[in-house]
């Protein structure tokens, strides 16, 4: 482990709100995070780059030259990957690892610690095609010469109740592949099947949310304990405004219930009612790096995702990433009351079990170098109550805003 992903690692071990100075604490973590070019600068320096880490025209010649050698045409906006707050396109990111000449392995860490996001999607047509070259060590120009013979990517609705073509059976066949006929063959007489993805992580959180949200379901008990053991003790005003939100047995919209897993009181629930939204809150706050604040799970999401719509990658990530969370502490809760302990042994299970998903559904597991990760990285290591760890976060990013 690098001295990066150790020091933050250290701080989600041992930072508690307890603490003297916590909040500028926290923020001294938020800052601490790399960008994608700081990121991009101790890539390039860990794959030949010998000149200083702050010579941008050296840094970017090499670049250059590494996409001319292996040729891989040299994207437009290179000139600008190393200004402040820049990123690439996951296409570009794909023909970077191509002018590296990475492996399967490195170009996963490369899309986790670089690009801070999923590597290949073999549902789609041309990364299932960048998978087959890495994998076998073909160049970008193969790629590209293979995708020219398919038809080209329609992704749609998912529909889960039907058969599905998992990412899995994908990748075991090209796995097994022995050429790009064969390749080009399974694609085509499969291509329907490749209008979607995501299949395993929409049906996994589809079931998560109906679990949390139904007639009596998980958030309504979780409520219950909840406000037994905060809102009545909590600090009220006159109007009783600063009673956190808990969802009711029945018929709970998808704001309410996402206000009570984030744990938002009344004031700020009917603040952000009118677009059920908190994003306005999130953009340019200081607790918040852009990394984070980006595809931050919200009440929209939610609802597309369960339906079966198509979104981002990283949407999904980090709804599941969330709602696993949640549901794993919110089960304990229900079963031994508010006033439950957590310990390592616990929050080691909660990671693990997080991880265990979304590795099954094809993502890159919790990494404490990714600013949204290394909340939840963080709160589990709360020794009291994860979950009120969680939402006194969120309280704080309210407070910073």
């Known amino acids: 482990m690098d001295q990066y992903t150790q020091m933050l690692d250290d701080e989600a071990a041992t930072l508690s709100p307890d603490d003297d100075y916590y909040e500028e604490k926290l923020l001294e973590v938020a800052r601490s995070f790399r960008t994608f070019s700081e990121a991009l600068t ?30 891989v045409p040299v994207p437009r906006e290179i000139d600008e990957w190393f200004n402040c707050g820049k990123t690439i396109k996951r296409d570009t990111a ?18 986790k610690k670089v690009w801070f996001g999923r590597s290949f999607d073999c549902h789609s047509v041309r990364e299932a095609v960048y998978y087959y070259c890495i994998r076998n060590g073909l160049s970008y120009e193969k790629a590209a010469s293979i995708i020219s013979r398919l038809p080209k990517d329609n992704k749609g609705k998912v529909d889960t109740e039907n058969e599905v073509l998992y990412t899995g059976s994908i990748v075991d066949f090209i796995d097994s592949a022995k050429s790009e006929n064969e390749l080009i063959d399974y694609i085509t007489e499969h291509f329907e099947q490749f209008g979607y993805n995501n299949a395993t992580a929409k049906k996994h959180i589809q079931k998560l949310w109906n679990e949390i949200s139904c ?32 969802a009711p047995k029945k018929n709970a919209s998808t704001w309410v219930i996402y206000s009570q897993i984030m744990g938002l009181d009344k004031h700020q629930a009917d603040e952000y009612k009118t677009n059920r939204s908190i994003k306005p809150l999130l953009a340019n706050n200081s607790l918040l790096p852009v990394l984070a604040q980006a595809s931050f799970p919200d009440r929209d999401g939610i609802e597309k995702i369960t339906n079966g719509q198509h979104v981002s990658h990283e949407r999904i990530r980090k709804l599941m990433i969330l709602l696993e969370f949640y ?52 709160a589990v290591n709360d020794d009291t109550d994860p979950l009120f760890a969680f939402r006194e976060y969120m309280r704080e990013i309210f407070i910073a805003e």
């Open 42 to 71: 101790q890539f390039v320096c860990d794959n030949g780059y010998e000149g200083a880490d702050d010579d941008t025209d050296g840094k970017l010649a090499f670049l250059k030259n590494k996409f001319k050698s292996a040729k």
């Open 94 to 111: 794909f023909q970077l690892c191509f002018a590296f000449g990475l492996n399967v392995e490195q170009t996963n860490e490369f899309f």
């Open 215 to 246: 007639d009596n379901g998980l958030a309504y008990k979780e409520g219950l304990a909840f406000d037994k053991s905060h809102n009545q003790y909590h600090l009220k005003s006159e109007s009783t405004d600063d009673d956190y939100i808990i």
């Open 327 to 378: 549901s794993h502490w919110a089960r304990l809760i229900v079963a031994n009351g508010h006033y439950y302990r957590s310990d390592k042994t616990e929050s080691e299970r909660c990671i693990d079990n997080i991880n265990k998903y979304l590795i099954d559904c094809g993502y890159p597991e919790l990494y404490a170098g990714n600013p949204y990760d290394w909340i939840f990285l963080w």
